[in-house]
């Protein structure tokens, strides 16, 4: 699981060949905490068939909003620089989470 910041994020996301899995987390998200170790979980089973990102949107909020991330949490799957499925708020659970995974690798 790579972390990314504002600045990094271009490169290892936008500019990444194949397809990535970010988590969009934030400071006292307490929805974030608990799915955290599910997608860590997630990045150990399917990390030789997707990248897998996290990202601190309390670090990185102009980023967040111009990735149209406006609620937390959010885990999202991006192809060549585009978010292509996303898991949002309640529906972001590690369930909805895996079978996200699972259609694209």
Do not use: W
């Not at 997707?50 to 406006?70: E, G, Y």
């Amino acid at each position: 699981m790579l972390d990314v910041n504002k600045t990094t994020f271009e490169e290892e996301v936008l500019k990444s060949e194949g397809k990535v899995l970010v988590d969009f987390y934030g400071d006292g998200c307490v929805p974030c905490a608990a799915l955290m170790p599910h997608v860590h979980a997630f990045s150990e089973t399917y990390g030789d068939k997707m990248k897998f990102c996290s990202i601190n949107t309390t670090k990185a909020r102009r980023l967040a909003i111009s990735q149209k991330v406006l609620g937390l949490p959010v885990i999202a799957i991006y192809e060549n620089g585009q978010m292509i499925d996303s898991c949002v708020k309640d529906d972001a659970t590690p369930e909805n989470v895996e079978a996200m995974i699972k259609k694209y690798i």
